[in-house]
């Protein structure tokens, strides 16, 4: 978690969580804590007997595989991560900035991955488009 937020517990991260639908909210700290439903996580607590992503079977599918490695979501993350610029290729900003919570939601919606536990993740307003 000091990767991802160096002050938690944060009032950075509730003004983060607290403008979100209950859903992205939910997934959001799920990501953040690692107890979200990837293989790696699946293992951990015995509900698969191996980690590697089931995807791209490079790697175990940890939240970092997920979002910034994973061969299978290469053009995804080139589309939805690339207005963030060099750092939307870090946890910090993915997980933790305003501004990149937008294309970390389609990003997911993109992939499918999470669609099963989450649904389909209504699109949430631009950083900065107010109540309008």
Known sequence: MAEIDPALPSKHF???LSPLPRRHANLLLQLRTGHVPLQTYFAR???TAAATCPTCHEEPESVAHF??????????R??????LGHSGRTLRTLLNTEDALRPLFKFINATGRLRRVFGELADI????????
């Open 125 to 132: 307003p631009a950083c900065g488009d107010g109540d309008a």
């Open 14 to 16: 509730d003004e983060l």
């Open 45 to 47: 607590i015995g509900k």
């Open 67 to 76: 979002l910034l490695r994973c061969s299978t979501y290469t053009l995804h």
């Open 78 to 83: 080139a589309v939805h991560f690339l207005p």
